[in-house]
């Protein structure tokens, strides 16, 4: 059976209750955030050249595993939305890499109305399943590795809706810019990496989960105009040398499960500068239903309360937020 990463973790109640005010950067909660009712899907359309749109309120919603909708204004931008959370056997076993892929509209549609761009990390099946589906629904441009361009052409999106990116890309949308950042996947405890690979031409469309290969890794760095600057990881490990200069505001971190890769960690908060907040994500149980609280397995409880320990003891100023399910946080 294939060893995969799982990077899920016990909430930490306590940290995600600090409202914003004069005296520093933190998070808001509020409840949970409804997406207006589905509508018929609009054709696929290319994304919106940048232009100055109207400025309104960020927030950030996490959607489970690295997944977020960040609303800026008018737009909407998607980070890994996967939403479907199919059965694998992963977290009740036995493991199924021939699980067939199962998109769920009636859990996408409620929560999709709009977006305009979706940015991939890396395309196991836990981050980019749904992404065909709400590119088609939306009309969103897709961006991703070049792994993650082909798979969009076995899906059927139009090239033109599909941008392959590799990182050091700066990307002006106007009222924010995304900065693309080479990455690296996390490694299990027998230093492999899940179903790894690459598509460097169209394949059949992809049946099961195991044709849904790593792809390479990338982070996004999101700058808001007057708004925050935001860091995007899909995986546990970093190249950090990739993020010099980067120094974002906050950093969603997704939360290693293997010891495999050194010094996480100290080099991925050294290398943002130690962010003033930091935001565990995939430590869910990302299997069940997308309900507050969270699912967290019991063997990952500790997981959970070593990384908020890390995090404290590395990077004492940093504030850590561990979220909660389609709440929207303003940082």
């Known amino acids: 059976m294939p060893s995969l990463d799982r990077r899920r973790f016990l909430r930490d109640a306590a940290a995600t209750t600090a409202l914003v005010s004069a005296g520093g950067l933190a998070a808001t909660s509020s409840a949970p955030a409804q997406a207006a009712p589905p509508t018929a899907a609009p054709a696929p359309t290319a994304a919106p050249a940048p232009t ?58 409620p929560r999709v109305d709009r977006a305009m761009t979706v940015l991939v990390t890396h395309t196991h099946w836990d981050h980019f399943l749904d992404v065909p589906y709400i590119a088609k629904r939306t009309g969103a441009r897709v961006f991703g590795t070049l792994t993650a361009y082909h798979l969009g052409l076995a899906y059927g999106l139009p090239s033109t809706q599909l ?4 990182g050091g890309e700066v990307l002006d949308f106007g009222d924010h810019s995304v900065e693309v950042v080479g990455s690296l996947h996390s490694r299990n405890a027998t230093y492999s990496v899940a179903f790894p690979g690459v598509r460097v ?68 908060l050294a290398g943002l500068d130690y962010p003033k907040v930091v935001v565990p994500v995939h430590w869910d149980n990302f299997e069940t239903e997308l309900q507050n609280p969270p699912v967290v397995a019991p063997a990952d409880r500790l997981r959970l309360d070593d990384m908020v320990a890390a995090v404290r003891r590395i990077s004492p100023r940093s504030r850590v937020l561990v979220p909660e399910y389609e709440t929207a946080y303003h940082f």
């Open 52 to 109: 100055s749109r109207r400025r309104g309120a960020v927030s950030f919603r996490w959607w489970g595993t690295a997944g977020w909708r960040i609303d800026i204004g008018d737009r909407t931008v998607l980070v890994d939305p996967f939403l479907s959370r199919i059965d694998t056997g992963l977290f009740t076993g036995p493991f199924n890499p021939a699980k067939a892929l199962t998109v769920r509209t009636d859990v996408i549609d």
């Open 201 to 268: 031409s169209q394949p059949a469309q992809p049946a099961t989960i195991a044709d849904l290969p790593e792809g390479d890794t990338l982070g996004y760095l999101l700058r808001v105009d007057g708004g925050p600057s935001v860091y995007f990881t899909g995986a546990s490990d970093v190249a950090e040398r990739n993020l010099t200069g980067l120094a974002p505001d906050v950093a969603m971190v997704a939360m290693q499960s293997a010891t495999t890769t050194g010094d996480y960690l100290p080099r991925l």
């Open 163 to 166: 941008s392959a990116v590799k």
